[in-house]
């Protein structure tokens, strides 16, 4: 299958990254390489692409369009690991790291993956298929005030609570198996195409982050990324919803109070109105750059 991504605030992060002929930049959120093809043609001659993701399909795809030689390195891997994973790639510090981390266009349009309400798929919602916990399980088998926190928590759901009434009743008389499944019971009411907001945008997102365990992934992930990071260095985060640009905002603040790092954007940079335009996945888009000082 051939996959159509637009990498979102692309110009944008990477002039504030400031990328120069042979970098070295952690792309830690490869997806389908769209940020990394231009990564690259920065960074030549002599520079280094060090590719993660924990999606084993992304990084086959990547490999398919990103050079066969030694420019690129690409790594399976959670970026809760980044520190380990740069190291297995030869480097101890690197000059640049990049986190993207919108779901790619591969786990959206892909129906097997579950991840869009707009598709009628099992509930998966596995970001690594490796891994045990799966969107199904959490709608059958977590209790009502587990599915309440989640909601809450994950989707800032206000009727969380109504919500999680109705799965847990309704998987009484049968198992909920499916995206449409879920949508159904969760959002009786609902019929045909929304205006605006899908309404089950929020359950999806805080189920998906519950299987992913996204929001510890990434507390981590920047801890490990900005460690990696030599003197200099730039880190760049393109957050796609409150709970994620929250947990970079207070990173990152905490970095300058400590002294290790300059804000690069003392706002969060969004994207322009002709890029909102073209590619409605960018809407929410945020981008935070942080250089490390010592």
């Known amino acids: ?47 280094k692409l060090i590719g993660i993701d924990q999606d084993e399909e ?47 266009s591969l786990q959206l349009d892909d129906e097997s993956r579950g991840f869009s309400f707009n598709k009628e798929a099992e509930l998966d919602m596995r970001m690594d298929r490796r891994g045990s916990l799966t969107a199904k399980q ?7 005030p587990e599915l309440v926190r989640i909601f809450e928590e994950y989707g800032e759901e206000r009727k ?44 999806f ?10 929001l510890a992934a990434l507390q981590t992930g920047l801890e490990k990324g900005f460690k990696v990071l030599e003197t200099g260095g730039r880190m760049a985060v393109i957050s796609f919803h409150s709970l994620e ?14 002294g290790s790092g300059m804000l690069l954007t003392k706002k969060a940079v969004k994207p322009s109105w002709p890029e909102r335009q073209r590619n409605k996945r960018s809407r929410s888009a945020k981008l935070r750059v942080i250089e490390r000082i010592k």
Not at 12 to 39: C, K, N, P, R, S
Not at 138 to 144: A, H, K, L
Not at 172 to 201: S, Y
């Open 1 to 47: 299958m051939k996959y159509s991504h637009t990498p979102v605030l692309l110009t944008e992060a990477l002039d504030l990254l400031d990328l120069h002929a042979g970098d070295v930049v952690v792309d830690a959120t490869l997806g389908l390489g769209g940020h990394g093809q231009e990564i690259l043609k920065r960074i030549q001659p002599a520079g």
């Open 58 to 104: 992304a990084l086959k795809y990547a490999r398919k369009i990103l050079p066969d030689d030694n420019s690129v390195v690409l790594v399976g891997g959670n970026f809760r690991n980044l520190d380990e994973l740069v190291k297995g790639a030869g480097y101890e510090r690197v000059g640049r790291v990049l986190f993207d981390l919108g779901v790619s």
């Open 245 to 258: 640009d929250r947990i970079v905002k207070r990173f990152f603040k905490n970095l300058k109070t400590g």
């Open 138 to 144: 959490v709608v059958n088998t977590y209790g009502y």
């Open 160 to 203: 969380a609570k109504e919500i999680a009434k109705r799965i847990v009743e309704a998987r009484k008389l049968k198992p909920i198996v499916t995206t449409t499944d879920l949508v159904t019971v969760a959002f009786p009411e609902f019929r045909g195409q929304a205006r605006g907001i899908h309404p089950a945008t929020k359950i």
């Open 205 to 214: 997102q805080a189920i998906r982050i519950e299987v992913n365990d996204e």
